[in-house]
C-alpha cells in the first residue's frame, strides 16, 4: 500500500514517526514528504527530514494519506495548497485518509470532517465548526477516514491502518512484534 506521510515545521515527532516505523514493519511502502526542504523541527525540537519534499512528488500516485498531528504542522497542512489538494482529490476518490490529534484541523479545512464521525486530541474540537462533534474514543473508522487522538494513541492508530487498509492478521503480527 503507498501511503503518503506529510512532516512539516510542528509536526508531532512522536505520531510522525510511530506511524512511518509501524506501517514499515508491515510492509506498507512509505514516503514522508517535507513541506520544505531539508530538515524540519518536530513539535519537541526533534529533528526530522523526510524521504523527500512535497513538491517532487505526486500525490494522486498514493492509496493512502496520513497526516500527523502537532499544531504548528497542522497549520502548515491547512495553508498548504498541495495537502489541501490532495486531501480533496483522496476524499473525492474515496482513498484512505487518516490523522491523528490537531491534523482534524485539515480535513476540516479540506472539507473532509463534515457529516463523519471521528476523533482528535481534546480540545481541538473547540477550533472546528459547532457542527463537528468529535467523539472521546482512540480510534475512530468511518468510511475511508481513521482518526486518533495523540501521541498516546498512535500505535493503536498505526495498526488500524494496517487492519483496515492490509488485513488484521497483518495488525496483529505488527502488534505481536511490537511486543503491545
Not at 500527523?68 to 497549520?75: D, H, I, K, N
Not at 495553508?79 to 480535513?107: M, P, R, S, T, Y
Not at 465548526?129 to 498516546?152: F, K, R, Y
Amino acid at each position: 500500500m503507498k501511503t503518503l506521510v506529510p512532516i512539516a515545521n510542528g509536526s508531532e515527532e512522536m505520531e510522525a514517526v510511530i506511524i512511518i516505523d509501524t506501517l514499515r514493519r508491515a510492509e506498507f511502502d512509505v514516503t514522508v514528504a517535507s513541506l520544505t526542504p531539508g530538515t524540519i523541527e518536530a513539535s519537541r525540537g526533534v529533528k526530522l527530514v523526510g524521504d523527500t519534499t512535497w513538491d517532487q512528488i505526486d500525490p494522486s500516485e498514493f492509496d493512502l494519506l496520513l497526516l500527523p498531528g502537532g499544531f504548528g504542522g497542522t497549520m502548515a497542512f491547512c495553508e498548504h495548497a498541495g495537502v489541501q489538494q490532495a486531501l480533496k482529490d483522496f476524499n473525492e476518490k474515496k482513498k484512505w485518509v487518516g490523522c491523528i490529534c490537531a491534523a482534524a484541523l485539515a480535513l476540516n479545512e479540506a472539507g473532509i470532517l463534515a457529516g463523519k464521525t471521528f476523533t482528535c486530541y481534546p480540545g481541538v474540537e473547540e477550533k472546528l465548526p459547532a457542527d463537528a462533534q468529535p467523539v472521546d474514543e482512540a480510534v475512530v473508522v468511518d468510511g475511508h477516514l481513521i482518526t486518533s487522538q495523540g501521541p498516546g494513541t498512535a500505535f493503536e492508530f498505526a495498526l488500524k491502518v494496517i487492519a483496515e487498509c492490509g488485513s488484521p492478521n497483518l495488525a496483529a503480527d505488527v502488534r505481536a512484534g511490537l511486543l503491545l
